[in-house]
């Protein structure tokens, strides 16, 4: 067609250097380019988004789950602070994502539940609130 190349599903040539669209890095600037429908995002921009969806959420309603959350006898549990953690060598707190929401909180700020994943204490306290209701309380 006139000088163009095969075209991908992406609508570039397949010889074409990608661009992340918010930095405008090349994939040789980058250790990966991701692609979407018709954009590229390149693995420094996904890590700078995941930074600031974990500061909203460290500073929106899904705040510390406090260690009286526990519910003894269940499969419920609150992993130790950071911290304490650190004090005895032991790895820092990183992100894990609410099985719920969907939303990243740090591991100390999570609620774990055995076989199903972590919940924010936003999400926490909306299943508290549903489950008060349906008792009438």
Do not use: W
Request: hydrophobic letters at 35%; a neutral charge.
């Amino acid at each position: 067609m006139f000088g163009r190349g095969k075209r991908s599903s992406h609508g570039r040539t397949p010889d074409a250097e990608l661009r992340c669209l918010f930095c405008n890095k090349s994939q040789n600037d980058v250790r990966k380019v991701i692609a979407g429908p018709a954009v590229f995002i390149c693995d420094e921009c996904v890590s700078v988004c995941n930074d600031i969806l974990l500061d909203d959420a460290r500073t929106s309603n899904h705040a510390r789950i406090s260690d009286d959350t526990r519910v003894s006898g269940s499969a419920y549990s609150v992993p130790p602070r950071s911290a304490d953690r650190e004090g005895r060598g032991e790895q820092p707190s990183y992100p894990v994502m609410c099985a719920m929401c969907g939303l990243p909180v740090m591991l100390d700020d999570a609620l774990g539940i055995a076989e199903r994943g972590f919940l924010c204490a936003g999400c926490v306290t909306a299943v508290e609130a549903a489950i008060a209701r349906r008792n009438g309380g």
